[in-house]
C-alpha cells in the first residue's frame, strides 16, 4: 500500500469476534499489510431492550446481538498503543457525550504522548438514548451542544499548559495541562454523521469529516452541503481531510438500504470501482470492516482486499 490513498482497517471491538486475542491479531494485521491505521468503534454497555432503529443498517437492526463481547474503545487503544510501532490509531467514531470531557481529553493526550502521536479522534454524537441513561450522562436531546463544547474542551487540553473552560453544558476553572498531545495543535479531528448539524460541526470544529453509511450519489449531495458550509465560515473545503468508512464482502452482494448493492460488497472488479468513485469525490482515506464472525474468513478477507483491490486503487 504504497499509494497516497490511506487505508485503515476496524479491528472490531463488539460482536463474536471481540476478544483479546483477534482485536491483537487484526491490529498487528494492518500493520504487516502495509494499511495506515486501525480503527475502534464506541460503545460502553449494550442495554438489554434498546427502542431506537440503528441509522445504518437495512432492518434498523444492530448489526450483532447485544449480548455478545464489547471492548471499551479508550482501554483498547491503550494495548494497541503498545502492540503497534507504526499505524495510526483511531476512533470511528467516538460518543463524546459519554464520557467525562476533561478525562477524556488527558487519556487521549496521554495515549498520543505513549504513540509518539499516532491518535486519531473520530467522534460523534451517539443515538443510543439507553446507554447514555446508563451511564447518567448530560441530557440525551443536548447531545449535539454537549459534542461541540466537549471538542473544544478537547483541543484546549491537547495545547497544553494552564486550561480553563465556561461553556453552557460545562465549566472549570484554571488547570494545568502537561504534557500536551505530541501532535499540534491537537490529534486530528475527523467528525462522523451525515445530518446537516454534523455537517455544521466538521466546518466550525473539525479536520475532517468521517461519513458511513451512503452511496455515490448521496455522499456527491452531502460534500455539496459540506463546502457551502465551509465557504459560509470562510473556511478552505479543500483542506478538509475526507475518510470513508465501508463494509466489505468480498465475493457476495449485499442489499443496501436504498435498495441495490451496498458498495463495498461484490466482485473484486466492483468493489474496486466503489472505492475509486469515492476518491473521485476528494477522499483521502477509508476504513474497512468484514461484516462476518469468523475469525478465518476475515483474515483472509482483509489478505484479498489488501492483495487484490488496494493494491490496484
Known amino acids: 500500500m504504497a499509494g497516497t490513498t490511506e487505508f485503515g482497517l476496524d479491528v472490531g471491538v463488539y460482536g463474536r469476534l471481540a476478544t483479546p486475542g483477534e482485536v491483537l491479531k487484526i491490529a498487528l494485521l494492518a500493520e504487516s499489510e502495509g494499511f495506515h491505521s486501525v480503527w475502534l468503534a464506541d460503545h460502553i454497555v449494550f442495554p438489554k431492550a434498546v427502542a431506537p432503529k440503528y441509522p445504518y443498517s437495512l432492518d434498523g437492526n444492530f448489526p450483532v446481538p447485544l449480548d455478545e463481547p464489547l471492548l471499551e474503545p479508550i482501554a483498547t487503544m491503550g494495548v494497541l498503543v503498545g502492540a503497534t510501532k507504526r499505524v495510526k490509531i483511531g476512533t470511528a467514531v467516538l460518543v463524546m457525550p459519554l464520557r467525562n470531557p476533561v478525562l477524556l481529553a488527558r487519556m487521549l493526550a496521554t495515549l498520543d504522548v505513549f504513540s509518539n502521536g499516532r491518535i486519531i479522534l473520530g467522534a460523534g454524537v451517539g443515538w443510543m438514548a439507553e446507554e447514555f441513561a446508563v451511564l447518567d450522562t448530560f441530557n440525551f436531546a443536548s447531545r449535539g451542544q454537549v459534542t461541540d463544547e466537549y471538542l473544544e474542551i478537547f483541543k484546549a487540553i491537547c495545547a497544553g499548559g494552564e486550561v480553563s473552560y465556561h461553556g453552557e453544558t460545562y465549566q472549570f476553572e484554571p488547570i494545568y495541562s502537561y504534557p500536551a498531545s505530541v501532535q499540534r495543535p491537537h490529534p486530528p479531528i475527523l467528525v462522523g454523521g451525515t445530518s446537516n448539524p454534523a455537517l455544521r460541526r466538521v466546518a466550525r470544529l473539525a479536520d475532517g469529516w468521517l461519513s458511513v453509511g451512503l452511496g455515490l450519489e448521496s ?37 443496501a438500504k436504498g435498495g441495490g448493492r451496498e458498495p463495498g460488497t461484490g466482485s473484486v472488479q466492483e468493489i474496486t470501482d466503489d472505492f475509486k468513485r469515492i476518491l473521485d469525490l476528494g477522499y483521502r482515506g477509508f476504513i474497512i470492516r468484514y461484516r462476518g464472525e469468523e475469525a478465518t474468513e476475515q483474515q483472509r478477507q482483509i489478505y484479498r482486499f489488501a492483495a487484490e483491490i488496494a493494491a490496484k486503487i
Request: with cysteine; aromatic share 8%; proline share 0%.
Open 219 to 255: 455522499l456527491s449531495e452531502r460534500l455539496g452541503i459540506l463546502r457551502g458550509m465551509c465557504e459560509a465560515r470562510g473556511r478552505s473545503y479543500d483542506d478538509l481531510l475526507l475518510y470513508h468508512k465501508l463494509f466489505i464482502n468480498i465475493g457476495t452482494a449485499v442489499v
